[in-house]
C-alpha cells in the first residue's frame, strides 16, 4: 500500500508524463518538413514549439535541484528569442536525440523523489521567502511544467498537416 | 500548518484556478463579435471553446460526486457536436453567465474536500474496479482537467484579435 502522500504525487508525475507521451510522439513522428509547419498563420513552428519544450524540461533539472542541465544553449534559441531569429537552431536529428536525453533523465530523477521532497522549495526560492510561501515547492513546478506542454501541444495539433 | 497531503490537494486546486482565471479573463473580455474568431483556419471558434470549457466544468460536478449539473444541455453542444453544427447555441452573454455561475459552485464544492477525500473513487469508476485500480481517483480528474484548460487555451490565444 502506498501512503497518501505517495498517491499524490504519483498521481500528479503520471499526469506529467501523460503530457510528455503525446508531446513525443507527436514530434518524434514528424519529419524535419513537417515541422517547419506553423501551428497557425504567423505563428510559431512546430520545431520550435519542440525546441521550447525540451529547454523548459531541462531547465527543470537545476530548478527541482535534481541536476545539471544538459542543454542549456537551448534557452537562447527555444526561450528568449522569437521563433525564427536564433542562429544555431539544431536540426530535427540533434533536438530529437537531446529531447529524448532531457526526458529519460528528468522522469528517472523526479521518480526519485520522495513524496515529502515534493514539498521542498525549488532553487528559484530563497530559504527565506519559501519559510513565508511554503507553497513555492518542488510539486507547484511539476503541476505547471504539466500545463505548459498541455498548453502548447493545444497548438501544435493545429497545425496543417 | 497544514498537513502534507493538504499540501498537495492545494497546490492542485490552485493550479487548477490559475487555468481557470486565465481563461476566465481571456474570455469574458471578449465582445460577441471577437467570439466569432478561429483559433485558426477552419479550427474551433473562441465561443465554441469557451462552451466546450463550460460543460467540461459543468461534467466535473457530478463526475466528482459533489452536486448536481447546472448545464447539461451543453453536451449535446459543445461535447457531443462539433463547432457549428448544434442548435441552440447559447448567446455570448447566456454562456458568460452560465460559466460563472458553473465555476463558482465547482470551486466552492471542490475546496469543502478533504485531502483523503480526493483520494477517494470518481463515479465513473465502479467500486470494484477502482479497488483494482486506486488511481481512478478525484485528485486524477482535477489534474487531467486542469490539463484540458491549459490545452484549449494554447488554442485560444492563438485566434486572430
Partial sequence: M??????????????????LDRADKFFTDLSADQLEARVAPGKNRLIYLWGHLAAVNDAMLPLLG????????FDSIFLKSPDGTA???PSAVELSLA????????LSDMEALAPAEWLERHTSVSEEDFAKEPHRNRFAI??????HIA???GQAVLAPK
Fill in 87 to 89: 542562429a544555431d537552431v
Fill in 142 to 147: 511539476l503541476l505547471s511544467r504539466t500545463s
Fill in 66 to 73: 535534481i541536476g545539471e542541465r544538459l542543454h542549456p544553449e
Fill in 151 to 153: 498548453y502548447h501541444m
Fill in 99 to 106: 529531447w529524448k536525453a532531457i526526458n529519460e533523465k528528468l
Fill in 2 to 19: 502506498s501512503t497518501p502522500e505517495a498517491s499524490f504525487t504519483t498521481a500528479a508525475l503520471k499526469a506529467f508524463r501523460q503530457n
